[in-house]
């Protein structure tokens, strides 16, 4: 069964879907600084790397699923001290996701699945209200797999449990394997920075900075390997496809 991409059908292929059974898959990042050697949008590849693999084990399942164009804005309030870091307010990112939750229910799609790489905490909180108020105005189902949570954060190796995994080993390798020309050659060179931005977050702190993060990246860059992208492109698209599948068991 194959997997579609919305914006590269026409509208009467659209038509043609069996949209009742299909499944929306909403990539979701942000354009924030990731380090020296990541490009501000490595959060968005990362979404579209995650909602592809999902896609790729839902459809052989029976549930046909049709890639959404990438959102790529949203709020980055940790990020916003540097160039390039496009944010906005969360209440936006809300409303928006609802809207597309809203239209997609009119055209009578089974479900929209978020494919989320953004970590920041206003970030999260947005996705989860718009889950909330979906819910509240009768739309279709919103799943949303925090991977920042568990069961998922657990799956998803060493440096990412830490917290030290802003455009460290865990982000550059998927960019390693997905986008290895994105990736600048000088993240060989950079010292690791083990400071968990988790663990700023419960301290308080709001910035890459406060957070020990003066050139926007936490973790190991220089020990990413396309190998370990491979295998983490694939773990987060089982994380998608299993909360996908629970939700249209349940």
């Given at each position: ?54 896609a790729a084990k839902l459809s052989p399942r029976g549930h046909p699923a049709v890639l959404l164009p990438a959102l790529g804005y949203t709020t980055a309030g940790f ?172």
């Open positions: 069964m194959p997997v579609h991409e919305l914006a590269q059908l026409t509208w009467e292929e659209i038509r043609e879907l069996d949209r009742e059974r299909t499944v929306a898959i909403l990539p979701v990042g942000a354009i924030e600084a990731h380090g020296p050697h990541l490009p501000v949008d490595a959060d968005v590849i990362i979404a579209l790397a995650m909602a592809r693999a999902g990020a916003a001290a540097f160039p390039g870091t496009l944010s906005i307010s969360p209440e936006t990112v809300t409303a928006l996701i609802v809207d597309i939750a809203r239209s997609l229910t009119e055209q009578r799609f089974r479900l929209l699945a978020i494919a989320n790489a953004h970590l920041d905490p206003a970030h999260l909180a947005a996705l989860d209200a718009a889950v909330e108020k979906a819910r509240a105005a009768r739309l279709l189902p919103v799943v949303f797999p925090n991977i920042a949570k568990k069961p998922w954060g657990s799956r998803l190796g060493e440096e990412f449990k830490s917290g030290a995994c802003h455009a460290g080993q865990y982000e550059s390798s998927i960019l390693l394997a997905d986008h290895p020309r994105h990736v600048r050659p000088g993240h060989r060179d950079l010292p690791p920075n083990p400071a968990s931005l988790s663990q700023a977050i419960r301290e308080g702190k709001r910035t890459f900075a406060e957070a020990g993060g003066p050139r926007a990246y936490f973790g190991s860059p220089a020990e990413a390997t396309r190998a370990e992208g491979y295998h983490t492109i694939e773990v987060l698209g089982g994380i998608l496809d299993e909360a996908v599948r629970a939700e249209l068991e349940a």
